[in-house]
Each structure stands twice: as structure tokens, then as C-alpha cells.
């Protein structure tokens, strides 16, 4: 690798909304200012007040792509996107620290009124539907129950609505979104919280960048919020 590759700044890949706005906190506390927001910004390469860090904005789920191709030295993303994506892309990525931000719970939930129970237990072909089809394919397959995934890209909550399907898998962090829609968690399939995430090449050859940064996150992920 050549010296002036070496001497480009770091790339943090990050997503807009809850987990650019969590990992804020967790640049300060490592003396580092983002003053764009990108929210109001329409920039999708953005500086920061460290000449050794900028960060890009990605969308959550291409966030392991980056880091996985070295486009972006190191990112942030869910546990609900790193399982999926690790079903299809297997090894690859470092995972040096769970950061505890942008954290939620990956749940069954079904229309108020249905009985899941008695449907997992007649031994019935439960439809399904869900962004998350790995976790979602395992968590079936773990308790015996056979299921008909059906693949969507968002609004889950719509499907058992409409009669898609009769469950979703989903996110849940306030349950609010359930609520307004006459739905109802009734099994948790995971907790959810964010990691940060590492090219394996860059922490080889930019370790002396790459780690005080991770030792940062760290330090002020383990810190009581
Ligand atoms: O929105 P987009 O399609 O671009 O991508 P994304 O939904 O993957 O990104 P984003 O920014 O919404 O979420 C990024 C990450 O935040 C996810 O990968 C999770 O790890 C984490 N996270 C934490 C959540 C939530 N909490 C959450 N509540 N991601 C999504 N939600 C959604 C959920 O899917 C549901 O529709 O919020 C709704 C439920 O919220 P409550 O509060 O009503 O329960
Ligand atoms: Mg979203």
C-alpha cells in the first residue's frame, strides 16, 4: 500500500437517523465534532474536525457491504443487519465492540385476537412475513414450526393486516408502531443493539488510526447512558 493511501483519513460508515444520531455522543467523548447533519445536509461524504476521520452515509442495511469491500475502514450498524447480511456473506467482518446504541428487540407479532399459540401447536403452516428472512427461517426452524417466509422491504406492520400473512417479524422499540396498527408482540426472537464493525485490511495497516478510535468507542459505549 502506498504512503499517500495510508495518509487518507479514516472512513466511518454510518446510517442517518437513530444510529447517526446515537453515535454522535460517541464521537464527542473521543474529541471529535460532526457539524453537518445529514439530515439538512445533502452531502453523503461528510467532514469531521479530526483531518483523520470522515464519515459516509449509507443506508442501514449497505452498511457491512462498505465495510465488508474496504470502501469504509470501519461502520456502525444493527445486529438485525449484521445477521443477515452475515448469512449471505459469511466471515469478513471484525466486530470488536457492542456499542449498546440504537437499541430494540427483533419480535414475532401477530393481529390482536389471533391465536399464535394455538397455531404453532396445531402443527398449522404459519405465513410470515419479514425484512429479516435469516433470523426469521432459524427461529422457526429452532422451535419445530413450519413456516412460508414471504420477504418484504418494509411497513411489515401492513401485512397481517391485509392478509399477507399471519405474523411478522419486526423491530420493536417502543411498541407504539404495533399498537396504532391493532398488533400485538408475542415472542421475542432477539435483542437488538448496534456493534461497531471493521475491515479486516485496514485494522492490519491502519492500526495506529483505527485503534485509539475503537478503544474510544469502547470506553464510552461502556459508560452508563
Ligand atoms: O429506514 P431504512 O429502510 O432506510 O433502513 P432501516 O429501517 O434499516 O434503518 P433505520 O435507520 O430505521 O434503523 C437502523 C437500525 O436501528 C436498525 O437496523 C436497528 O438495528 C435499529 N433500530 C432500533 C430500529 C428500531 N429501533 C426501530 N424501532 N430500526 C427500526 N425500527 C422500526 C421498526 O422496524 C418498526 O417499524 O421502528 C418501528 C417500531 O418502532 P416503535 O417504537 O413504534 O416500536
Ligand atoms: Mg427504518
Do not use: W
Request: glycine residues 6%; proline residues 5%; neutral net charge.
Amino acid at each position: 500500500m502506498s504512503p499517500a493511501s495510508l495518509d487518507r483519513p479514516l472512513t466511518l460508515a454510518l446510517s442517518k437517523g437513530r444510529i447517526f444520531d446515537e453515535t454522535m455522543p460517541l464521537l464527542e467523548a473521543a474529541g471529535i465534532h460532526v457539524t453537518e447533519s445529514p439530515e439538512s445536509s445533502r452531502k453523503l461524504i461528510l467532514p469531521t474536525s479530526s483531518s483523520d476521520l470522515q464519515l459516509i452515509i449509507v443506508r442501514a442495511s449497505d452498511v457491512p457491504t462498505y465495510v465488508q469491500y474496504g470502501a469504509a475502514d470501519f461502520g456502525i450498524a444493527g445486529k438485525d443487519v449484521l445477521f443477515e447480511h452475515a448469512a449471505d456473506h459469511p466471515g469478513g467482518l471484525y466486530q470488536p465492540v457492542d456499542l449498546n446504541i440504537a437499541r430494540c428487540r427483533l419480535c414475532v407479532a401477530v393481529r390482536k385476537g389471533f391465536d399464535y399459540e394455538a397455531a404453532v401447536h396445531q402443527g398449522s403452516r404459519l405465513r410470515v412475513a419479514t425484512k429479516y428472512v435469516h433470523a426469521a427461517r432459524e427461529h422457526f426452524a429452532r422451535k419445530g414450526v413450519y413456516v412460508d417466509l414471504i420477504k418484504l422491504y418494509g411497513s411489515m406492520e401492513l401485512a397481517p393486516l391485509v392478509g399477507l400473512a399471519d405474523a411478522i417479524v419486526d423491530l420493536v422499540s417502543t411498541g407504539g408502531t404495533l399498537k396504532a396498527n391493532n398488533l400485538e408482540a408475542v415472542e421475542d426472537v432477539a435483542d437488538i443493539s448496534s456493534r461497531l464493525i471493521v475491515n479486516q485490511a485496514s485494522l492490519k495497516t491502519r492500526t495506529a488510526k483505527l485503534q485509539p478510535l475503537i478503544d474510544s468507542f469502547a470506553r464510552a459505549s461502556a459508560l452508563p447512558a
